[in-house]
């Protein structure tokens, strides 16, 4: 298996993976058509976060990446905000990947080898948590479903997690910040890596997300602050 080498730096790393011209037409197409682009939290940042994280994986478990960066790009586009259950954010997003791949000439890439319609569903399945838990159970799930789920995790290991996680999913919950800072920490804490690709990253950065979280929820309920 052929893989790029990935680069720390983002911009260097949306270049890398527009060397896949279907990639680069999806990455269009979050410009021009994805409602979500610039969402509190579910935006194509997030998209390009689980992008990058899953070729990583990839390249760990020396995987062909094509379907896992595939489901990484489509898994939230069009994202509801808040305003729908889980099942149908999942629902939206492969709709407007099975229309893109049906009609886009990108979407013959399958004939190359690259991409497995099939397989980038079942991915982009797996993200699916709704009602306090994940859908499809962890002991069911193949690596690449593994894989994904994970690197959407990972969105906490960005520089930018007060912003894009605390303040994006308050504002795309629709729950005062101190709120989720207070309930958080039990979802953190249920968090049980599938991957042990992920393992040694979740046991540095459960601890500091749960220092914040204590933080930002002393700040707010200290009037002296």
């Known amino acids: 298996v052929t893989h790029l080498t990935l680069k720390t730096n983002s911009m260097n790393f949306l270049l890398s993976l527009c060397h896949f011209p279907w990639a680069k037409n999806i990455i269009k197409l979050?410009?021009?058509?994805?409602?979500?682009?610039?969402?509190?939290?579910?935006?194509?940042?997030?998209?390009?976060?689980?992008?990058?994280?899953?070729?990583?994986?990839?390249?760990h478990y020396n995987l062909q990446p094509y379907d896992l960066i595939c489901a990484a790009l489509w898994h939230d586009f069009n994202h509801s905000q808040g305003t729908l259950k889980d099942s149908l954010n999942v629902k939206i997003a492969i709709e407007n990947f099975v229309e893109w791949f049906s009609c886009s000439d990108y979407g013959q890439a399958w004939i190359h080898n690259q991409i497995n319609p099939v397989n980038v569903i079942s991915i982009i399945q797996a993200t699916e948590y709704q009602d306090g838990k994940y859908t499809i159970p962890k002991d069911n799930l193949s690596l690449e479903q593994k894989i994904i789920r994970d690197a959407d995790l990972l969105q906490y290991a960005e520089k930018n997690r007060f912003g894009q996680v605390y303040l994006g999913l308050s504002h795309e919950m629709n729950v005062p910040l101190i709120t989720l800072a207070k309930n958080a920490p039990t979802f953190i804490n249920s968090i049980e890596p599938n991957t042990e690709w992920m393992l040694p990253k979740w046991e540095t950065l459960k601890y500091e997300v749960l220092k914040e979280l204590e933080l930002i929820h002393n700040l707010l309920t200290d009037e002296t602050a």
Do not use: M, R
Request: glycine fraction near 0%.
């Open 30 to 59: 979050h410009i021009t058509n994805n409602s979500a682009k610039i969402a509190p939290y579910h935006n194509f940042n997030h998209a390009l976060v689980v992008t990058e994280n899953v070729w990583d994986a990839a390249n």
